[in-house]
């Protein structure tokens, strides 16, 4: 599997426990909606390979999951770092004006007056609305994800335009 086929849901925080449960920290809507999926990839620098999903649970501050042969802490521990993906042909379609997140990573987000800001490096997740991190050659732009700043998301063309000054 390639990295360009799966689309990134979080990571390995810790082990949990003794019996081989991970301890994770999810990039998701639902904590649990990776539960939905039989197989996950995990991975690190491009090298990816499939686990087994059997188990899971989801609590106020804590996602943990277990796979199938990851039996004892010291078999958990190893994979302590591995990010967390799906095949992005297993994901339901984006509804209209919704994106996938690592969709948005990466593009180059420009304003009204043709200016660059930079690329998105990250999203933060607020509460109120999401925001998008643009990190620029001088300086980080924090632009909320709401259609009053965000006018356009271009992904065939890898671009956002946004109503936002390079000195906000």
């Known amino acids: 599997m390639q990295s360009d086929d799966l689309v990134m849901m ?4 810790g082990a949990f426990g003794i019996k081989g449960w ?24 491009g090298s990816w390979a499939p686990y087994t999903f059997e188990n899971g649970a989801a609590q106020t501050k804590i996602v943990t999951a277990k796979f199938t042969g990851i039996d004892d802490r010291d078999a958990a521990e190893r994979l302590i770092g591995m990010q967390i ?24 987000v ?3 007056q043709g200016e660059t800001l930079g690329k998105v ?6 509460g109120a609305h999401d925001v ?27 671009r956002i335009l946004v109503d936002w000054g390079l000195d906000y």
């Open 110 to 112: 420009f304003n009204q």
């Open 22 to 45: 991970l301890k994770l920290h999810v990039d998701t809507e639902y904590p649990d909606s990776l539960f939905d999926y039989p197989v996950w990839w995990l991975g690190k620098n």
């Open 132 to 158: 998008l991190v643009v990190a620029g050659e001088d300086r980080q732009h924090l632009i909320p994800f709401v259609g009053k700043y965000v006018l356009q998301v271009l992904l065939a063309e890898g």
């Open 85 to 108: 993906a799906v095949p992005r042909e297993e994901l339901p379609a984006a509804g209209e004006d919704e994106y996938y997140w690592s969709d948005l990573i990466g593009l180059v």
């Open 121 to 126: 490096a990250e999203l933060l997740e607020t």
């Open 10 to 13: 979080g990571f390995v925080r």
